[in-house]
């Protein structure tokens, strides 16, 4: 069988104008003006509607004449116009090459059957160079081989006729290797269809394991064409934020959780209880020498008493520690530098001493908060942008007394200079669009090349620093803040000069107790490999920095507060860690064959991008690991830290307190007693095999999406995210839990 229609004289346009001259009514369709979109904030007015369909009018995707009979079938005009008006939001140019792409389909007012909304939504995908992006869940291959042939074939179900005329560019049998085996444009199409998801509702474009050629109505259209723009994460962004505008305001009015105060005051105020011994205990006692660092002392002196202690991490870092011995820093003092000891014995303890707050560790070098280190770069009305009195290697965070952070807005580079992701080039002011953006230009540090990454450890050059731009319009960001810290890549000594981010970086043995580490472009802490103790410590505001660099495109941003648990016997137990552009802790144990012996236990993780990451292990077996008794809150609503949306960090699989992104082996490991506040997701997973789950409390927002399960099964196909409305079925049914509480 095959269906037909008859070419007209002049192609259909996707959008008319009134004979005045007018714009179309709202109501027809997305308002053009010589095919140009009506800017977002003329056209889409009000808050976003959560539905899909909603949001799809909202967007002007779908006419209000159309919402009438939301049931019936589209036609292939009718769809292929919201299509390209979708399409025109994205890009006004791409909109006028659907016009001609399309202009067969533009003009067919025959009905659609869903394998044929898939087939014109994939060749859209691909106009758009989404066709290859995994969506948030899995890549799947592509065949550039679509839409109407010249002769006026448009394709339907499975019995189309190949097309055989004088042109081939449309070559409808030509088969493609991919993801799933051996293709054909069209199976190609469906395949897409149903495993592309939308970062907004986690659902895929079309449900088409059921009537694959059962009638494709309006409804069914819209609400694909909506899920393909909110695939990307430039698009799903603004969904988000007003997510999290919206768990705010409803945290706001409920209040914090009494459990969550009287955690964070508890660990603030924890006292030094290490002990000299004969016996090393990590984490109780030591068992060598003590020594004392305090920002009264002096670095000639012998550091073996408060009153002859050092001053600097420099002079700690290049001492000759022996087995079991302790460094106490005095407490409300600021240590700057990287902390970065390797003692071949190992064992070495890090604490505090006296009175007041924990002594703080950061890589950042000075404190920002001077009216003379910001000099007025460019004022155009009430908008003031400020450049730093010196040149910075790359800064992942600029933090202003310690209740906000700026918004590091990112550019692609292109081998020689900055450039927007269009290919245009990157102009600063025009970049930082709201208050407290900033930009960090290290690009010498790229010297040409497309790709980069921070792990080379290449030596820094005096041409990696750069000017460091940041949006004030209130005035001198130096006046108005008491204090201002910069999150900024660091030289060491270590290495050769070699681009650091880190504050402490432990060893065998490491305790690091009693200690605030903040302020730091990559990672607070890095545990050693085993026998390691953090505790009682703070550990905030940190990451943000570009990790790494791929043809061009910034596609990583850095921030972690503990950075993996060693192989075995480690913990991290009563820490408050907060602000943090990624992970609280993410375990990433490449080289191990198994971890074993690894506790996470009573800390208070707030306001963090996501929680526990446990990611890239695919060889490792985890026995006798626990993620017990630790209280999240607000995890994912970190609106003070807004970034790039190329970071990496939209709101999808990276927002979750518990993300296990590989397939595992577990053995006697628990993820119990946890409460877990008002999230973005409570669960983000791959595998059925997990820990043992019990007694945890569930306490969602009216915002929060649930539990994210990836999964994919040959004959069912990925298990989709949940929504709230279905979380006690997961609770019961997948995590195996009778025990825990969804509040």
């Known amino acids: 069988?095959?269906?037909?229609?008859?070419?007209?004289?002049?192609?259909?346009?996707?959008?008319?104008?009134?004979?005045?001259?007018?714009?179309?009514?709202?109501?027809?369709?997305?308002?053009?003006?010589?095919?140009?979109?009506?800017?977002?904030?003329?056209?889409?007015?009000?808050?976003?509607?959560?539905?899909?369909?909603?949001?799809?009018?909202?967007?002007?995707?779908?006419?209000k004449e159309l919402?009438?009979?939301?049931?019936?079938?589209?036609?292939?005009?009718?769809?292929c116009t919201m299509i390209g008006t979708m399409i025109s939001l994205k890009d006004t140019e791409l909109g006028t090459q659907w016009q001609e792409i399309a202009k067969l389909a533009l003009s067919s007012d025959e009905e659609m059957v869903?394998?044929?909304?898939?087939?014109?939504?994939?060749?859209?995908?691909?106009?758009?160079?989404?066709?290859?992006?995994?969506?948030?869940?899995?890549?799947?291959?592509?065949?550039?081989?679509?839409?109407?042939?010249?002769?006026?074939?448009?394709?339907?179900?499975?019995?189309?006729?190949?097309?055989?005329?004088e042109d081939d560019t449309w070559v409808y049998e030509d088969e493609y290797e991919g993801l799933f085996g051996s293709m054909n444009y069209f199976t190609a199409a469906v395949m897409y269809c149903q495993y592309r998801m939308s970062l907004c509702s986690y659902e895929t474009l079309y449900d088409t394991r059921t009537d694959i050629i059962g009638p494709l109505t309006v409804e069914e259209a819209a609400i694909s064409v909506l899920r393909l723009y909110e695939s990307t994460p430039d698009h799903a962004e603004p969904f988000w934020r007003a997510k999290i505008d919206k768990i705010n305001e409803e945290v706001s009015l409920v209040g914090e959780p009494e459990e969550v105060t009287a955690m964070r005051q508890q660990i603030r105020n924890t006292e030094t209880s290490i002990v000299k011994s004969d016996t090393q205990i990590p984490g109780e006692t030591y068992t060598g020498t003590a020594y004392y660092v305090s920002n009264h002392g002096n670095d000639e002196n012998d550091g073996l008493t408060p009153e002859t202690a050092w001053a600097t991490l420099d002079k700690v870092n290049h001492f000759n520690f022996s087995y079991g011995d302790a460094v106490f820093f005095e407490r409300g003092g600021i240590y700057r530098g990287v902390l970065y000891l390797y003692d071949p014995d190992g064992y070495i303890t890090l604490s505090a001493y006296g009175e007041g707050e924990k002594p703080v560790l950061t890589s950042a070098e000075e404190c920002a908060a001077d009216a003379e280190k910001w000099i007025l770069w460019q004022k155009e009305g009430d908008v003031k942008i400020w450049k730093y009195y010196k040149d910075c290697l790359d800064c992942g965070f600029i933090v202003f007394d310690d209740t906000t952070a700026g918004n590091k807005v990112l550019a692609d580079w292109s081998g020689s200079e900055w450039i927007n992701e269009d290919g245009t080039p990157f102009d600063v002011a025009a970049s930082l669009t709201e208050n407290l953006d900033f930009f960090s230009d290290d690009s010498g540090r790229l010297k040409g090349i497309m790709d980069y990454s921070v792990s080379n450890n290449l030596p820094v050059e005096d041409d990696y620093y750069g000017p460091l731009y940041l949006r004030c319009d209130q005035g001198n960001p130096g006046e108005l803040y008491d204090c201002i810290e910069l999150c900024t890549m660091v030289a060491t000594e270590m290495e050769e000069k070699c681009y650091r981010g880190t504050v402490v970086d432990g060893f065998l043995g490491t305790v690091i107790d009693n200690l605030c580490v903040k302020y730091f472009p990559m990672d607070g802490i890095c545990v050693g490999p085993e026998d390691c103790i953090v505790q009682n410590c703070e550990v905030a505001w940190g990451g943000g920095c570009v990790q790494y660099i791929e043809a061009g495109k910034v596609t990583g941003q850095m921030g972690d507060a503990i950075n993996g648990c060693g192989r075995e016997n480690s913990a991290v137990r009563g820490n408050y860690i907060h602000d943090v552009a990624s992970s609280p802790l993410i375990m990433e144990s490449y080289s191990c064959d198994q971890i074993q012996n690894i506790s996470f236990s009573n800390n208070l993780v707030e306001r963090t991008t996501n929680g526990i990451n446990i990611n890239d292990n695919e060889m490792s077996s985890f026995e006798n690991v626990s993620f017990n008794d630790n209280v999240f809150y607000l995890v994912g609503v970190s609106d003070g830290m807004k970034h790039d949306v190329r970071s990496g960090n939209i709101r999808c699989e990276w927002t979750a307190c518990f993300r296990i992104r590989d397939s595992y082996e577990y053995t006697n490991c628990t993820i119990q007693g946890n409460s877990l506040y008002y999230p973005l997701q409570f669960f983000y997973y791959c595998e059925k095999s997990l820990p043992e789950m019990s007694d945890n409390l569930y306490v969602p927002s009216q915002e929060t999406l649930g539990f994210a399960d990836i999964r994919y099964d040959e004959e069912v196909g990925p298990y989709l995210p949940t929504l709230m409305n279905g979380a006690e079925g997961i609770i019961r049914d997948v995590f195996e839990d009778s025990t825990s509480i969804l509040q």
């Not at 014109?120 to 969506?135: K, S, T, V």
């Open 1 to 63: 069988m095959k269906r037909t229609v008859f070419l007209m004289l002049a192609s259909f346009m996707f959008f008319t104008l009134a004979s005045n001259g007018e714009k179309a009514e709202a109501s027809d369709t997305a308002d053009m003006v010589n095919d140009t979109v009506v800017p977002y904030n003329e056209q889409m007015t009000g808050e976003m509607p959560d539905d899909e369909y909603e949001r799809a009018e909202w967007y002007g995707f779908v006419s």
């Open 67 to 79: 919402s009438k009979d939301r049931c019936r079938a589209v036609t292939w005009k009718e769809y």
């Open 114 to 165: 869903r394998d044929q909304g898939c087939f014109a939504l994939y060749r859209a995908a691909e106009l758009m160079g989404e066709e290859q992006n995994d969506g948030g869940i899995r890549s799947v291959s592509t065949n550039p081989h679509l839409l109407p042939s010249n002769d006026g074939t448009l394709p339907f179900s499975w019995n189309f006729v190949p097309f055989t005329g």
